[in-house]
């Protein structure tokens, strides 16, 4: 079945679900943030202080959001075996209290599919998988075999249904197995096998009910200002397949934005909130509230609010800051054709009118876990 909210099943690569995704007139808005790293200080912080002290200013405008979508940076576990299968410079948990702090800041879907969701092995992702559940906070990305890795989540935000789908490009040791644990891991590439799995899941939400396809992916270097060509190719092509909102992170850092026929493509949303330490020539707490309002079941504007992360809270950015960050966002987008608008709250952009047909409105040839089984053979043959 899909991940929760459950709303539907999946069975043999198709959904026995046909209930429509809810239309409705007025604005719904998805909020879209980076990295939650809760490990660390954040994780001890969250056990003696209130969980909305986390979010401090920003909360208003998360909390005015229909559904705050984030990735899931650390593992939300008790158990204390690191994972040991190879070499790994850094391994991160929450304590299960990290829940009440997602719920504080309306974060109602993550993605589990990055390079520390199995920082304490099989068991700590099992845990976090739980713990998210009991919340009826949606997730897709990992799971306990290569079928529940590639699982979409299926959930309602307001009066729509949003269909998520996770993956990364990061951590190969931690790919999910035909009967093993782990993550939604593809290379980044626009060869036919590999988007028409992105168009088969797009298109099985959308027949599950989902009016609008999320598809969240953990890809890229550390530190990248910048997305490469490769990687602008395959959010392109994640959009034709039928996806509305490319939700990018990994980089640490914020990278620009797009309005690409009829979607929006947000490269990298940079992190939201950790405990780590900044440089001033990286700026790893500069960063955004990415609010995507649909109209009508459709993506129609990118609003985006200027974020300082600092010391495990995140706070609206004002005065400088405002307009570094700002700036910053206005520079990177330039660079990949978008021209940002100035409001009083920070940055806007219009959706471009949608293409005439997309690759969702034609029945793909193969299923989903044909696609994931030849990629797996592939791999181990390697």
Same mark, same amino acid.
């Given at each position: 079945?899909?991940?929760?909210?459950?709303?539907?099943?999946? *069975?043999?690569?198709?959904?026995?679900?046909?209930?429509?995704?809810?239309?409705?007139?007025?604005?719904?808005?998805?909020?879209?943030?980076?990295?939650?790293?809760?490990?660390?200080?954040?994780?001890?912080?969250?056990?003696?202080?209130?969980?909305?002290?986390?979010?401090?200013?920003?909360?208003?405008?998360?909390?005015?959001?229909?559904?705050?979508?984030?990735?899931?940076?650390?593992?939300?576990?008790?158990?204390?075996? $690191?994972?040991?299968? /190879?070499?790994?410079?850094?391994?991160?948990?929450?304590?299960?209290? #990290?829940?009440?702090?997602?719920?504080?800041?309306?974060?109602?879907?993550?993605?589990?599919?990055?390079?520390?969701?199995?920082?304490?092995?099989?068991?700590?992702?099992?845990?976090?998988?739980?713990?998210?559940? *009991? +919340?009826?906070?949606?997730?897709?990305?990992?799971?306990?075999?290569?079928?529940?890795?590639?699982?979409?989540?299926?959930?309602?935000?307001?009066?729509?249904?949003?269909?998520?789908?996770? !993956?990364?490009?990061?951590?190969?040791?931690?790919?999910?197995?035909?009967?093993?644990?782990?993550?939604?891991?593809?290379?980044?590439?626009?060869?036919?096998?590999? !988007?028409? !799995?992105?168009?088969? !899941?797009?298109?099985?939400?959308? +027949?599950?009910?989902?009016?609008?396809?999320?598809?969240?992916?953990?890809?890229?270097?550390?530190?990248?200002?910048?997305?490469?060509?490769?990687?602008?190719?395959?959010?392109?092509? &994640?959009?034709?397949?039928?996806?509305?909102?490319?939700?990018?992170? @990994? *980089?640490?850092?914020?990278?620009? #934005?797009?309005?690409?026929?009829?979607?929006?493509?947000?490269?990298?949303?940079?992190?939201?909130?950790?405990?780590?330490?900044?440089?001033?020539?990286?700026?790893?707490?500069?960063?955004?509230?990415?609010?995507?309002?649909?109209?009508?079941?459709?993506?129609?504007?990118?609003?985006?609010?200027? #974020?300082?992360?600092?010391?495990?809270?995140?706070?609206? &950015?004002?005065?400088?800051?405002?307009?570094?960050?700002?700036?910053?966002?206005?520079?990177?987008?330039?660079?990949?054709?978008?021209?940002?608008?100035?409001?009083?709250?920070?940055?806007?952009?219009? +959706?471009?009118?949608? +293409? $005439? &047909?997309?690759?969702?409105?034609?029945?793909?040839?193969?299923? /989903?876990? @044909?696609?994931?089984?030849?990629?797996?053979?592939?791999?181990?043959?390697?």
């Amino acid at each position: 079945m899909y991940n929760a909210n459950v709303l539907g099943a999946f *069975a043999g690569g198709r959904s026995s679900l046909s209930r429509p995704g809810l239309s409705t007139s007025r604005p719904v808005k998805l909020c879209f943030v980076g990295d939650l790293m809760l490990g660390g200080s954040i994780s001890e912080l969250a056990i003696r202080q209130p969980a909305a002290d986390f979010w401090r200013d920003t909360a208003p405008i998360l909390t005015s959001a229909d559904a705050v979508i984030a990735n899931l940076e650390s593992a939300i576990t008790t158990h204390a075996t $690191r994972w040991s299968e /190879c070499w790994k410079a850094h391994h991160f948990r929450a304590d299960p209290k #990290v829940i009440d702090v997602l719920k504080a800041g309306n974060v109602r879907a993550v993605n589990l599919a990055n390079n520390h969701i199995l920082d304490y092995g099989a068991q700590g992702l099992n845990d976090t998988i739980l713990h998210l559940g *009991a +919340a009826e906070i949606a997730h897709a990305g990992a799971g306990m075999d290569l079928a529940a890795a590639w699982r979409p989540a299926l959930f309602r935000a307001g009066p729509l249904t949003v269909g998520l789908i996770g !993956l990364t490009s990061r951590m190969k040791e931690f790919a999910a197995g035909q009967d093993a644990p782990g993550t939604a891991f593809l290379s980044i590439s626009s060869e036919p096998a590999t !988007l028409a !799995l992105i168009g088969r !899941l797009a298109s099985e939400l959308r +027949a599950a009910g989902a009016a609008t396809v999320v598809l969240s992916a953990h890809w890229g270097p550390d530190m990248k200002s910048w997305p490469s060509r490769r990687f602008r190719g395959f959010a392109h092509a &994640a959009i034709e397949a039928g996806v509305d909102v490319f939700h990018g992170h @990994s *980089a640490h850092v914020i990278q620009g #934005v797009e309005s690409y026929k009829g979607g929006f493509i947000l490269y990298d949303t940079g992190d939201f909130l950790d405990d780590y330490s900044y440089y001033p020539g990286l700026r790893l707490d500069h960063s955004f509230a990415f609010v995507v309002e649909y109209r009508d079941s459709r993506p129609a504007k990118l609003d985006l609010y200027p #974020v300082l992360v600092s010391h495990g809270h995140a706070s609206v &950015a004002k005065g400088d800051e405002f307009q570094r960050i700002a700036r910053k966002m206005i520079r990177r987008s330039a660079r990949l054709g978008t021209e940002l608008h100035e409001t009083t709250a920070g940055l806007s952009l219009a +959706a471009q009118a949608p +293409a $005439r &047909a997309r690759a969702f409105d034609q029945e793909p040839a193969i299923s /989903c876990a @044909s696609i994931m089984n030849e990629r797996l053979f592939i791999s181990a043959a390697k």
